[in-house]
């Protein structure tokens, strides 16, 4: 997780807005830094979740 955010961190102008957002709220570099780890979880989590759900198009037609 840490190789992945300090490479969106540096390649990623989406990623950098959102590390300077929170560190001009305050936050220091490495809290920052954790928040970043989190939001990244939070989108690998979604894009498991979203792969083990069965697509509708899969299901029999009910008749």
């Known amino acids: ?3 992945i955010t300090l490479i969106r961190t540096r390649l990623d102008p ?3 807005a959102y590390f300077a957002r ?3 709220e305050g936050k220091s570099p490495r809290d920052a830094q954790r928040c970043l780890k ?3 979880c ?3 989590f979604k894009i498991l979740e979203r792969r083990n759900q069965p697509n509708t198009e ?3 037609q009910a008749n």
Do not use: D, G
């Open 1 to 3: 997780m840490h190789t």
């Open 22 to 24: 929170r560190i001009s």
């Open 42 to 44: 939070r989108q690998i």
């Open 38 to 40: 989190r939001n990244v």
């Open 14 to 16: 989406v990623t950098k």
């Open 58 to 60: 899969e299901l029999p």
